[in-house]
């Protein structure tokens, strides 16, 4: 009920994620290995936290360098996705085994091969960073779906697949001005009925006063700064960000 801590329990390695599965649970290293024995990049758990089975190598070039934002799991029908930085297919893993069910092919817009190696790829980000897609920072199967998550040119891009068409589109998550007028904020997170992004305080209480020196919100938004007003009188700057939840139809 998060009034009292139940348990404590040690890990068997120092997991950067951990994720719960059907039968136990799947960790993620993030580039950390514990021991030349111990370079694996993902283990699978028992429900007592042994691990039974690990994959994926850590490349040397890569050791200890985490790739901060983004998560490396999702789930879809009890099957566990994976996906690797600077690698554009999506692993599957369901039970001891691992599959490739789904590969994103970006064209020119994917980091050349030579990136992989750590030397290079820094070299690329220091001349070449708006050229190129790097990475996934999330993947999501949905029903009818799936969803990329990529930065591209300083924006952050939603790749939209749909499995009944058999066509993709490629969206930015712009302001919302149904009921609200809440801008596209942070995604912290997407499973197969939501997508959850967080905005600042500070960007919410501008639309609160109603404009800035650039931008009369409530010249444009009228309705959806009312409606903003009427249920956050007060909005302070310091304040806790927002959630805004997206749901997929």
């Given amino acids: 009920d998060g009034g009292r801590l139940l348990s404590v329990e040690s890990l068997p390695k120092s997991f950067e994620y951990i994720f719960k599965t059907r039968d136990g ?17 993902v283990s699978l ?13 850590i490349d040397l ?11 490396v799991f999702s789930s879809f029908n009890g099957t566990v996705h994976y996906i690797e930085p600077m690698d554009f297919n999506v692993y599957a893993i369901d039970g001891q085994e691992v599959s490739i069910p789904y590969r994103f092919d970006l064209g020119n817009l994917a980091w050349p091969e030579k990136a992989k190696a750590y030397k290079p790829f820094e070299e690329l980000m220091d ?34 697949y749909d499995k009944r068409t058999k066509e993709s589109v490629v969206s930015r ?15 912290e997170g997407i499973d197969k009925n939501e997508i959850y992004l967080t905005v600042s305080a500070e960007f919410m209480r501008e639309i609160l006063v109603g404009k800035t020196k650039y931008v009369d919100f409530e010249a444009e938004y009228p309705e959806q700064v009312k409606r903003l007003r009427a249920e956050f009188p007060v909005i302070e700057e310091d304040g806790n960000p927002f959630l805004a939840i997206y749901y997929l139809k």
Avoid: C
């Avoid at 758990?45 to 190598?57: C, N």
């Avoid at 200890?64 to 983004?70: L, V, W, Y």
């Avoid at 998550?173 to 995604?187: K, L, S």
């Fill in 25 to 41: 649970y799947v960790g993620y290293m993030g580039n950390l290995s514990n021991a030349p024995d111990e370079s694996k990049n």
């Fill in 45 to 57: 758990l028992s429900d007592d936290l042994k691990i039974e089975k690990s994959f994926f190598d």
């Fill in 61 to 71: 070039t890569w050791e200890s360098n985490s790739f901060g934002d983004g998560y």
């Fill in 127 to 160: 001349k070449d960073m708006n050229r190129y897609i790097h990475r996934i920072y999330y993947f999501q199967e949905t029903e009818n779906r799936l969803i990329i998550h990529v930065l591209y040119r300083g924006q952050m891009l939603l790749g939209i």
């Fill in 173 to 187: 998550t712009d302001a919302y001005i149904g009921n609200y007028f809440v801008p596209g904020g942070r995604i």
